[in-house]
């Protein structure tokens, strides 16, 4: 599935031009196949890929977002691509990023390890003092078979 610059699931939909007071970029990082594109799509669609397309290089997204406090906040979510082979295409997208996911996938303990490396990445290309979330994903899969974990809870909290 391929976002290139479209607005999912704003105001921008229902044809009508929202006016932003703040812009942030926010990157998406991760291992190959964690469920990065999936992530993206539930959250700015409502719905849930079962078998994304995988991501070539970088593609980004935007959403409006109306605050509690009053105004809007345009939202820029870059997807990156997971593989070693994009890794020098998405370093470039790093830049002025305030916020970023770093996902990993709870039945697949290479990619916990990793995050380690993409914790790093982040934290020298992004943003001083981005805002950084660990998002541990594929919990459905779990749910169907606990003995598919293979990061557990304490071991991520830590």
């Excluded at 541990?136 to 991520?156: I, M, W």
Aim: aromatic share 10%.
């Amino acid at each position: 599935m391929s976002y290139n610059s479209q607005v999912l699931n704003t105001f921008e939909d229902l044809g009508i031009e929202i006016k932003y007071d703040h812009l942030y970029k926010i990157i998406i990082i991760g291992d190959t196949s964690v469920g990065k594109t999936a992530l993206l799509s539930k959250y700015l669609k409502g719905v849930f890929l079962t078998s994304p397309l995988a991501t070539v290089a970088t593609e980004f997204a935007t959403k409006i977002i109306q605050i509690k406090e009053g105004g809007y906040i345009k939202a820029q979510i870059w997807d990156t691509a997971g593989q070693e082979k994009y890794k020098s295409i998405t370093y470039h997208h790093y830049k002025k990023s305030v916020g970023g996911l770093i996902v990993y996938d709870i039945t697949k303990k290479s990619s916990f390890d990793n995050v380690k490396n993409w914790y790093n990445d982040l934290t020298t290309l992004g943003e001083k003092g981005c805002i950084i979330a660990l998002v541990g994903n594929k919990l459905d899969l779990v749910e169907k078979n606990e003995r598919k974990r293979e990061v557990s809870k304490q071991e991520a909290q830590a």
